[in-house]
């Protein structure tokens, strides 16, 4: 169906393809098949996905739904999410497949891994303010990574023999087009160093201040420890101008990758000893089709901090990027386009390094107010920049001007190599140039907003098409 060309996603004709879609995530552990049957496709947004030209999903459910009691799998809830992604196909709508999870499970108040597969011992205390604190510094959440990783008690093997019973039962579904194995895979060891060490190196950018936060965690729960840890912090940034050279400091490209520069040193190890070969695994014994592997790089690389592992043919970078204001009311103002520009570019090196096409499998935002719309603009033009496919995380039907902004033209399928994509969102204008080298059986497909897909003629050499939309 699909293959790889260095940093390009072709069809059987060998035109460069784009995809642009949406995160359709069923994190719960109680997920069943009533109420994806009765909800998730009652419901469905198929006419909304395609008045806005989403032609992907990625559909992500949980190891908790799926095998919620030890070696016992759901297979009414694995039936119905075949109907789904059926549904995907009549649609004309590819699925990429995703084993979710954030902070490992649901044991630690959010989503992935069952219960058994967690040792009762570790603490799980609720966070603070956002759901992403247990990364940063709970004991519990890195004892359960390292658990994984290392595959005590055969967990990652079971882990990925349920992959197996999934990939089997899903087999005859041809519109998915790859698996996504393990969401954003949190490293190790070292997690809440990496955190801490991050936290000192923007107090130093920022203030001038040397600081170090490890004492805080000694010999104290890991939540008074985040408290003295904030209250330090507050120290620097409590009076009007700390708060603005914080922001105005961060806010630049070159002193945000000043703070997140040499961090790569404590997950280096972790991307070449646990994650490649937990990915190889995956790919040998689950993928049976010869169908795309996606690999994300480690949590703390959606920072922008430098990856790498060795890929084969078939396997494609899907990344996640977001500000770091993130699930935080202060996306809505503060949300940054030099970071995200840094934390791009730097994805970008990591793309040429492993020579790998780009499909990303979340990116986006979100925020009570309308400022934050520009930076989604922005990502865009990102996007376009580099030849990027994209998918975002969530779409919010209900906003008319989110909606303005994603649903621009885009090139599906172009018989050649693409030159350049670029859209003026303020003006409504659109402009693609590719280059095609060859006769072609087929034709060039751009989506066009409120048109759909829209064919073109190629002609031998440079090609280029400038329109309205």
């Not at 995703?98 to 959010?110: A, G, I």
């Not at 698996?179 to 955190?195: L, S, T």
């Not at 805080?216 to 408290?227: E, H, L, P, S």
């Not at 105005?248 to 070969?277: C, H, R, V, W």
Request: hydrophobic share 35%; aromatic share 18%; proline share 3%.
């Amino acid at each position: 169906m699909f293959y790889c060309d260095n940093l390009k996603i072709r069809d059987e004709y060998g035109r460069e393809r784009i995809f642009r879609g949406v995160n359709i995530c069923l994190k719960p552990h109680w997920m069943n098949a009533n109420f994806i049957r009765h909800h998730v496709l009652k419901d469905s947004n198929f006419e909304k996905f395609n008045a806005i030209g989403v032609n992907i999903i990625r559909l992500g459910i949980t190891w908790a739904a799926i095998e919620p009691h030890e070696g016992k799998y759901n297979d009414e809830l694995i039936s119905a999410l075949k109907e789904y992604i059926q549904k995907c196909a009549e649609n004309n709508i590819y699925v990429m497949f995703d084993m979710h999870q954030d902070v490992f499970s649901h044991y630690f108040h959010e989503d992935g891994a069952p219960k058994w597969a967690i040792d009762p011992s570790y603490s799980n205390p609720r966070p603070y303010a956002i759901w992403a604190e247990a990364y940063f510094y709970m004991q519990g959440v890195q004892n359960a990574f390292y658990d994984f990783w290392t595959n005590r008690n055969n967990i990652q093997t079971k882990f990925v023999k349920m992959w197996e019973y999934v990939a089997d039962a899903l087999f005859d579904c041809d519109n998915i087009i790859g698996y996504d194995y393990f969401n954003e895979p949190y490293i190790h060891k070292d997690g809440r160093k990496v955190f801490l060490t991050l936290a000192s190196n923007v107090i130093k950018t920022v203030y001038g201040k040397d600081v170090s936060f490890d004492r805080y965690f000694n010999n104290c729960r890991d939540k008074v420890g985040f408290a003295k840890m904030a209250m330090k912090i507050y120290s620097f940034i409590r009076t009007k101008k700390g708060l603005n050279d914080l922001l105005s400091t961060m806010d630049s490209e070159e002193k945000f990758y000043d703070a997140i520069n040499g961090l790569e040193k404590y997950t280096d190890e972790f991307n070449s000893d646990y994650y490649q070969p937990f990915f190889d695994n995956a790919c040998n014994n689950v993928n049976k089709k010869g169908i795309f592997n996606f690999f994300e790089h480690n949590y703390y690389a959606n920072l922008g901090l430098s990856f790498e592992i060795k890929r084969k043919e078939n396997d494609i970078y899907s990344p996640h990027a977001y500000d770091v204001f993130i699930d935080s009311p202060l996306y809505n103002k503060y949300s940054s386009d030099n970071r995200v520009r840094c934390i791009l570019r730097e994805i970008r090196k990591n793309q040429l390094k492993m020579n790998t096409p780009v499909l990303f499998g979340e990116w986006g935002g979100g925020a009570p107010g309308h400022e934050w719309l520009r930076h989604i603009d922005f990502i865009m033009g990102e996007f376009e920049k580099y030849h990027w496919s994209g998918i975002y995380w969530s779409y919010n039907f209900r906003k008319d001007e989110l909606k303005e902004i994603f649903n621009r033209p885009y090139p599906v399928a172009v018989c050649g190599d693409i030159n350049e994509i670029k859209t003026d969102s303020k003006n409504r204008k659109f402009t693609l140039k590719w280059t095609c080298d060859k006769d072609f059986d087929v034709m060039t497909e751009i989506y066009f907003s409120n048109k759909g897909i829209v064919k073109y003629e190629n002609k031998i050499g440079e090609n280029e098409i400038e329109i309205e939309y």
